[in-house]
């Protein structure tokens, strides 16, 4: 964000203008390798995960009574995956364990629809940005419970998800400048701790 755009997202979050209407899963999907047998014991799976921060749909919507409503749709997308880790290695890297074949996979697109409590939209830069941030805070709760649910389903070991964790882009590429190790985003990638069957 540029610094202009940077102070109208902080004029516009400190107005709190997005009032929460509903969040909920969009679109889903649970996947098994053939062959693959959950139930099987001793099996050395790691798991790993990304999410990818989606587009934001603003418009004016027209209710039965006459009234309007103006709403802001925030739309990320979730992964979730197991990879067997080969005899005789005890972890995968986080690039490994996602190009590796999967074993098991879930996934969501999750949606937060806001309704805009402002005469006018913001930007679109100042939009994205609330999403990046707000509106995955709202979203990861759902996520993580989506996708622990999921896991039991599938007869899958259990593996929590993290607390999430926001990194600003402007913080992330000012310790990438310092030498640090700094992961581009989108898509943000996390790794989970391995699980054994």
Same mark, same amino acid.
């Given at each position: 964000m540029s610094p202009a755009e940077l102070e109208e997202y902080r004029a516009f979050n400190a107005?709190?203008?997005?009032?929460?209407?509903r969040i909920y899963v969009r679109e889903s999907a649970l996947w098994m %390798?053939?062959?693959?047998?959950?139930?099987m014991p001793g099996q050395h799976l790691q798991g790993s @995960?990304?999410?990818?921060d989606g587009r934001v749909? *603003?418009?004016l919507m027209e209710l039965s009574d006459g009234s309007q409503v103006r709403? *802001?749709?925030?739309? %990320?997308?979730?992964? @979730?995956?197991?990879?067997e880790v080969p005899p005789g290695v &005890?972890?995968?890297?986080?690039? /490994? %364990?996602?190009? /590796?074949? %999967?074993v098991a996979e879930v996934s /969501?697109?999750?949606a937060a629809d806001y309704a805009c409590l402002r005469s006018e939209f913001p930007s679109m830069a100042v939009l994205q940005e609330y999403g990046r941030t707000n509106g995955m805070v709202h979203m990861w709760p759902y996520w993580r419970e989506y996708c622990? &649910? /999921?896991?039991?389903?599938?007869?899958l070991p259990h593996t929590t998800m993290p607390l999430l964790n926001l990194r600003r882009k402007e913080e992330a590429e000012r310790s990438a400048a310092q030498g640090a190790a700094a992961e581009a985003k989108p898509p943000r990638k996390r790794k989970t701790p391995k699980a054994r069957a």
């Open positions: 107005d709190s203008p997005l009032e929460i209407r %390798a053939p062959g693959f047998d959950p139930t @995960f990304r999410s990818y749909d *603003c418009r709403s *802001c749709l925030f739309l %990320a997308r979730f992964e @979730f995956r197991y990879t &005890n972890t995968l890297s986080l690039d /490994a %364990a996602l190009v /590796a074949p %999967a /969501a697109t999750i622990q &649910n /999921a896991l039991m389903r599938m007869v």
